[in-house]
Nanobody
């Protein structure tokens, strides 16, 4: 039973940086995408960034040019580098693995989770 465990969250001041990591305890089969989501209290989850097995990445407009998603070659570690943090970035960030049809027009960023972690809290003041 594969688990995803996030780390790297914390409290930072505005314009600061954090790097989140998501470690998979084993190989995730039947997955061709991984994504970072975030959820603030009282709000719906927001997909922040997605990376596909074909190397393509997607970013929500709210984080574009500030966040960078990457994955190691083994596919066991997912990273989210966050710079220029804003108070509105405050949320619980969690990673997820999923499966979707690649390169389907209109589905940019789409990665329906089949497995997700518990998350790590990011607070920006």
């Amino acid at each position: 039973h594969v688990q995803l465990v996030e780390s790297g969250g914390g409290s930072v001041q505005a314009e600061g940086s954090l790097t989140l990591s998501c470690a998979a305890s084993g190989k995730i089969y039947s997955s061709n995408c991984m994504a970072w989501f975030r959820q603030a209290p009282g709000k719906e989850p927001e997909r922040v960034a997605t990376i596909y097995t074909n190397g393509k990445t997607y970013y929500a407009d709210s984080v574009k040019d500030r966040f960078t998603i990457s994955q190691d070659s083994a596919g066991n570690m997912l990273t989210l580098q966050m710079t220029g943090l804003k108070p509105e970035d405050t949320a619980n960030y969690y990673c997820a693995a999923g499966y979707t049809v690649l390169d389907l027009p209109g589905n940019e960023g789409y990665c329906p989770p089949t497995l997700r972690g518990q998350g790590t809290q990011v607070t920006v003041s």
